[in-house]
């Protein structure tokens, strides 16, 4: 009795007493275990909760499904959101299939999955995700084999999240040596990537005065040197957190009014200098990531602000970027200009949403254009894939016709082709060429879909995706072409 009134205490000292204690006596105690499982493999590690800046707020639940991790994989990996490079390319050799069987590509396995959109990452033979569990009333990171889908381990922690388009919404960020995820009402975890184990925990809304976006936050989190960087939008912007201890190692303030967007950080280069740059409610800001003025932010601009943002920022070259969104914002390229330490910011384009937009995935840059999928508002090319040049003046090259049609669904390329799935799980592997649409095969490979938006991952020849309830993979390489070896 003493330990919980303790540990009651401590979290009204905390702040956020009301959502604490809601959150408390709402959630369960575990995520259930499978029936197959010893009582053994369950583990349960509870942290003291002390005010502070870096709080471990979660109590979490531990189930080890197998003794040992998978054999470690030294091939290539998809250790984050779209990919090692953040811009959804997968650069290495592996060539992959221009023709499909018949039958489709072959299926490798397939896992149930908890309601929602979150991707999957994938490193060193591990693929990891961050679930939710709607019976159990808990976010729950799960790590599976690569090889044949098995679940190696889970760590949960409760949270009540209500059905809102699905739960589930974000990609963890992986390391060799931890895994941090964000779950969809804004908790922050890291876990040593092979073990499991839980090294820390926080509360964006509780500790940073985050307020949870509309449609919960899609924000999925980046690792960089060691350090977790995240853009809370409550009291500060942007902060980087030790991933061994959790300690904040910087900070940026936030700018009045602004607040977190359904928009993740992406990394860019400004002559020389690595920015962190994030699309947020209020505008856009780009936040020095290395030097003695990490942390500070090297300029900012509303010249782009639009309510609902989910689209990253895309950089073209070291002076411009991309910004889009939907719900009828069209789209515009910045300008960036630097006189003496000053960092100037211009629009200097204007799209309207029936030539370039995107509603809710960031767009393609890819040998010179711009690919996205129009949004459902774009008129006669709603829901197209779209080719558009941005030099000089900018031009649309191409769209794919009113009878290929994507909705919301997600993209990547790979070996000059595009593989783009429509939100029904019908796959389309498409030419990515500037000259014109060239549909080279397409296949349902996710039947009776619904809400198939979530961020694929390819590893190699192996390609990860999902609907609003599964997760499948898929062998996609040159092997599997009719006629093939």
């Not at 959502?19 to 509870?46: K, M, T």
């Not at 699309?279 to 856009?284: C, N």
Request: proline share 8%; with cysteine.
């Amino acid at each position: 009795m003493r330990l919980f009134l303790f540990m009651m205490t401590t979290l009204l000292l905390a702040g956020g007493a009301s959502r604490l204690v809601r959150w408390w006596q709402d959630a369960p105690p575990a995520v259930p275990v499978s029936r197959r499982e010893p009582a053994a493999a369950r583990q349960e590690r509870r942290l003291e909760l002390t005010p502070g800046d870096h709080c471990n707020r979660l109590v979490t639940t531990f189930v080890r499904h197998h003794p040992e991790p998978p054999p470690a994989e030294s091939g290539p990996s998809w250790p984050g959101f779209r990919g090692p490079d953040r811009d959804a390319i997968r650069r290495d050799s592996a060539p992959l299939a221009n023709a499909w069987p018949a039958a489709g590509p072959p299926r490798l396995w397939a896992v149930e999955v908890g309601d929602g959109h979150a991707g999957p990452a994938v490193y060193a033979g591990c693929v990891y995700l961050l679930d939710y569990d709607e019976a159990g009333r808990a976010d729950v990171l799960r790590c599976l084999a690569l090889s044949d889908g098995r679940e190696i381990w889970r760590r949960s922690y409760p949270v009540v999240t209500k059905r809102n388009h699905g739960m589930s919404r974000t990609v963890p960020a992986v390391t060799d040596d931890c895994v941090v995820s964000v779950g969809p009402q804004c908790q922050v975890m890291c876990v040593d990537r092979v073990t499991g184990d839980l090294r820390w925990g926080l509360d964006l809304a509780l500790d940073y005065g985050t307020t949870v976006p509309l449609w919960y936050t899609a924000q999925c989190p980046l690792i960089l040197d060691g350090l977790a960087i995240l853009a809370p939008c409550g009291k500060d912007l942007m902060m980087a957190l030790d991933t061994r201890s959790g300690e904040v190692v910087w900070r940026t303030p936030c700018p009045p009014g602004w607040a977190m967007s359904h928009s993740s950080i992406t990394p860019m280069t400004f002559q020389g200098e690595t920015v962190l740059v994030y699309a947020a409610l209020g505008g856009i800001a780009a936040v020095r990531a290395t030097g003695p003025e990490r942390g500070r932010i090297l300029w900012s601009t509303d010249a782009w602000n639009k309510r609902i943002m989910a689209p990253c920022p895309v950089q073209l070259d070291e002076q411009r970027l991309m910004v889009t969104a939907g719900h009828g914002a069209g789209s515009a390229i910045l300008h960036l200009a630097r006189t003496g330490n000053e960092v100037t910011v211009e629009r200097v384009t204007a799209l309207t949403k029936q030539v370039f937009a995107s509603e809710q995935q960031t767009p393609l840059w890819l040998d010179g254009v711009l690919y996205t999928v129009l949004p459902k508002d774009a008129g006669e090319h709603r829901e197209e894939l779209t080719c558009y040049d941005p030099s000089g003046a900018g031009r649309v090259l191409w769209t794919s016709g009113k009878d290929h049609r994507f909705g919301l669904g997600p993209y990547l390329a790979a070996d000059g082709k595009i593989l783009i799935m429509d939100d029904r799980g019908l796959l389309s592997l498409v030419a990515a060429d500037r000259a014109g649409f060239r549909l080279l095969a397409r296949h349902q490979v996710l039947p009776e879909a619904r809400d198939a938006w979530g961020p694929p991952a390819l590893v190699g020849t192996r390609l990860i995706l999902r609907d609003s309830t599964r997760l499948i993979c898929l062998d996609i390489g040159k092997s599997i072409e009719p006629g093939g070896s």
